[in-house]
């Protein structure tokens, strides 16, 4: 398989396709929740299942924001000392 150069979006460096930067360390690919299959960030379809790329993102966001507000709750601080 013949390595692929990208530009990360980030720090413009030129590199080989990969999961993170070399230069900045910032994550430039995401898998397909379906597949598997790594994609550049910005993809907006899997190339190979058809799944929705940008909708798995936003959903791992919203989710992410709230597992961050229910930590950073009373109920929660309350309940890890149980």
Not at 13 to 42: M, T, V, W, Y
Request: hydrophobic residues 25%; charged residues 30%; glycine residues 6%.
């Amino acid at each position: 398989m013949t390595s692929m150069k990208v530009t990360c979006p980030y720090c413009e460096n030129e590199i080989l396709f990969a999961r993170f930067c070399e230069k900045c360390g910032k994550q430039i690919a995401h898998d397909c929740p379906l597949c598997g299959s790594l994609h550049l960030e910005g993809t907006k379809y899997c190339r190979n299942s058809g799944e929705s790329l940008e909708n798995y993102k936003k959903t791992l966001e919203k989710i992410i924001g709230l597992l961050d507000n229910f930590e950073s709750s009373k109920e929660y601080k309350d309940f890890s000392q149980l």
